[in-house]
């Protein structure tokens, strides 16, 4: 079985702290994503990466940054938190094909900005 | 760019009652098309998924969707429920010749009373 593990299930984080979010996949997957799901907006993508150290933009990347400089690890930073960024946050991988893999994804984060 | 509509946000059933849940989709080009289900405390499962040949797809634990194209729709259903099928289900597209970046809905809470 592919495993996304994300390395904290709670977070709990100052306002103004450089806020760190690590994921790992054992499944030597190409693609690479960062979530956040908040209730009644679903999923949204922030980040993603099909490659060691490339990364596109996704629908909301301001206030964060990402990092994958090996395959299985795509790292996701939030410069300076905010409260605004208390949300879940859920990793996911994939193959690269013909895009009809679907994603595997991990357990979440649920960071939590006071 | 891709969108995803899921009109209903949360539904109640009685336990061995039907269930249909909507998805419509928006975009121009061939489309991938997905279930994902989220039980209580859990991560992120695929329920099934849609890339070609037979538009009626079968999943998991007795889940089936129907993709018509002519209506931009890959609705869920059903035909008995149980209590266990409480969870939230989100619909998701992304393009088949295209990155991998999957697109979601908001989802559906449902939630299913013995």
């Known amino acids: 079985d592919v495993k996304v593990t994300q390395s904290s299930r709670y977070l709990v984080k100052r306002t103004g702290e450089k806020v760190f979010l690590e994921c790992v996949q054992d499944?030597?997957?190409?693609?690479m994503f960062w979530y956040r799901q908040d209730p009644g907006l679903g999923l949204r993508l922030i980040y993603f990466s099909y490659d060691v150290k490339m990364k596109e933009k996704g629908d909301i990347p301001e206030g964060y940054s990402v990092s994958r400089e090996k395959k299985e690890r795509f790292s996701l930073i939030l410069e300076s938190a905010s409260t605004n960024q208390t949300s879940m946050y859920l990793c996911?991988?994939?193959?690269?094909?013909?895009?009809?893999?679907?994603?595997?994804f991990g357990s979440g984060t649920r960071l939590t900005v006071v | 760019a891709q969108s995803v509509s899921q009109h209903n946000h949360h539904v109640i059933l009685s336990e061995a009652a039907s269930l249909e849940l909507g998805c419509n989709y928006s975009y121009g080009g061939t489309v991938n098309l997905f279930w994902y289900v989220q039980y209580p405390g859990q991560h992120l499962q695929l329920l099934l998924k849609?890339?070609?040949?037979?538009?009626l797809v079968k999943g998991i634990k007795g889940f089936e969707a129907e993709f018509i194209k002519s209506k931009f729709s890959f609705n869920l259903r059903k035909p008995s429920v149980q209590w266990s099928d409480t969870a939230e289900y989100f619909c998701?597209?992304?393009?088949?010749?295209?990155?991998?970046?999957?697109?979601f809905g908001t989802g559906t809470r449902l939630t299913i009373i013995p």
């Open positions: 996911a991988s994939s193959l690269t094909g013909t895009g009809n893999y679907g994603y595997t």
């Open positions: 849609y890339f070609s040949g037979d538009p």
């Open positions: 499944m030597d997957h190409e693609n």
């Open positions: 998701a597209v992304n393009a088949r010749f295209g990155n991998e970046k999957l697109t």
